[in-house]
């Protein structure tokens, strides 16, 4: 499963996140402090060095006021068939 991580959905749920994150003009360090994380934890999943589990998805979407259905259909219509 490994391999998902290089897929290009998961490129652009990362993508998303940054952008819905800096629609909000907050930092990287801000959010952090808000989920009580180092700031490169936020830097780590926006790169792709750390993955995100799906109630770590959720928290940050809610911090953010995104809309996770919207969030996820784009991620579904981008995921692949397989891994």
Not at 1 to 17: C, D, N, P
Not at 23 to 35: E, H
Not at 52 to 69: Q, S
Request: with cysteine; glycine share 4%.
């Amino acid at each position: 499963m490994a391999g998902a991580v290089h897929t290009h959905a998961y490129r652009l749920l990362r993508q998303e996140l940054v952008e819905l994150r800096l629609a909000t003009g907050m930092s990287q360090a801000k959010l952090a402090k808000i989920l009580g994380k180092p700031a490169s934890y936020v830097a780590k999943y926006e790169l792709g060095e750390r993955r995100l589990d799906a109630i770590e998805l959720c928290i940050i979407l809610r911090i953010i006021c995104a809309d996770p259905k919207l969030f996820l259909v784009k991620i579904f219509e981008a995921s692949p068939d397989r891994l």
